[in-house]
């Protein structure tokens, strides 16, 4: 009876593991099959299944001139997820009480900044930057008016700048009076969040992520050993030509993190946790708060929430033209999934959907 046992046993985990295998062997070769078909070098993935890592691994090459291998601790610009990791600090710091969601955002703002527009700031709360119901054009930022579609911004964004865009900025609408997404108001966001904690938005992240989930590569700049692993990214129009990586400046907290794939899984797995524990004054459970942009679909701090019948997903995900990003979850499942790649396009949220979808 102990042999049989045993042997049911041994047959039990050799059938679980050749599943395994073969799911894995499924999606390695949609993975193969869509950078073939995009004509993309590059490519990191994180999977969550069952509330724990199932995969973390790269595909492809560093760049086209580069033989050496993507794997997880490969270095990607990560575009608009950023805003998740600013709604995260932002959230920090409203736990602590240093900000508050129905304040006017001019109370968190230098003088300089408001000189000329108070009477139009004052009319914005905290909760609508970080909702995007503010009414701030997404190009009131003039790095955003700058930049050229395509092209990395390498001309750096200061302090002064955004000072002089505050005080020339006029609204599209009424504050509170509908959505609409807005690169800029995340950039102020990062800007409140340095006035009202004395802090550089580098250190904020340090201090609220890097430091406290250990995302060691989950960064505004790169030390010289980081940047030996920072995939090359291409255009998503035509993709054998090269681009860079951008320097946003104060705009980072909107566009321009860096992080790889093995951090993004590792901070998955945790935001996961919260939401199923529905943990709502942990920082990194982030649609307390929403505003709606669409039937279904709300926006939180940094992340969206999307509802189709009794199925809730969560995430956001970014594009550069170059680098590109995906992140989502699903609580209820208990799986997530994040894809990095070297250039975007709708094709990396597709892929993403029919993997996490195969899984579920």
Request: aromatic share 8%; with cysteine; hydrophobic share 35%.
């Given at each position: 009876m102990?042999?049989?046992?045993f042997?049911?046993l041994?047959?039990s985990?050799f059938?679980?593991c050749n ?7 499924s999606?390695?070769?949609k ?9 993309v ?5 994180g ?5 724990k890592i199932e995969?973390?691994?790269?595909f492809?090459f ?7 291998k993507?794997n997880e601790n490969?270095i990607f610009q990560?575009?608009s ?15 602590e009480?240093?900000?508050?969601l129905n ?9 300089e900044?408001i ?5 139009t700031?004052e009319?914005?709360?905290l909760?609508?930057l ?11 930022c003039s790095?955003?008016r ?8 390498l001309?750096?964004y200061?302090?002064d700048r955004?000072i002089t865009d ?13 959505f609409?997404?807005s ?6 966001v ?9 802090l ?5 992240l340090?201090k609220y992520?890097t ?8 960064v ?8 030996s ?5 291409y255009?998503?129009s035509e993709r054998?030509i090269?681009t860079?990586?951008?320097d ?5 907290p909107?566009?321009a993190?860096f992080?790889?794939v ?10 996961i ?10 920082p ?21 929430k ?8 969560y ?6 033209d ?10 209820t ?6 894809v990095?790649?070297s250039s975007?396009g709708r ?10 979808e195969s899984?579920?």
């Open positions: 102990k042999i049989k046992i042997s049911l041994l047959l985990i059938i679980g599943f395994k295998s073969k799911e894995q062997q999606i390695d070769e993975i193969k099959k869509a950078l073939i078909q995009n004509n070098p590059s490519l990191s993935i999977l969550i299944k069952n509330g995969l973390v691994k790269g492809g560093v760049s086209r001139t580069d033989s050496s993507v490969s990560i575009a997820q950023s805003k998740m990791f600013t709604g995260i600090i932002a959230n920090n710091l409203i736990q009480g240093r900000l508050n304040t006017p955002i001019t109370e968190y703002l230098p003088k900044a000189k000329r527009s108070k009477k700031l009319k914005i709360k909760r609508n970080l909702t995007h119901t503010s009414g701030i054009p997404s190009d009131a790095v955003y700058e930049r050229i579609e395509g092209e990395a911004w001309k750096g200061p302090k955004i505050l005080n020339q900025l006029k609204l599209e609408f009424e504050p509170n009076s509908k609409q997404y690169n800029s108001g995340y950039a102020i990062g800007f409140i969040c340095e006035y009202a904690s004395g550089m938005y580098e250190e904020l340090k992520i430091d406290k989930y250990h995302l060691d590569n989950t505004v700049d790169l030390s010289n050993e980081q940047k692993i920072l995939v090359t990214p255009k998503k054998e090269q860079k990586a951008s946003m400046g104060m705009a980072t909107a566009s993190i992080s790889n093995t951090d993004l899984t590792n901070i998955l797995s945790k935001q946790l919260a939401y199923r524990k529905k943990e709502i004054q942990n990194l459970y982030l649609t307390l708060n929403t505003s709606k942009m669409d039937e279904g679909l709300e926006y939180g701090f940094g992340l969206i999307e509802t189709k019948g009794k199925t809730i997903k995430g956001h995900g970014g594009d550069a170059g680098f590109a990003c995906e992140y989502f979850f699903n609580p499942e208990n799986t997530g999934i994040v990095l790649t975007g094709w990396v949220g597709q892929l993403a959907n029919e993997i996490l899984i579920n």
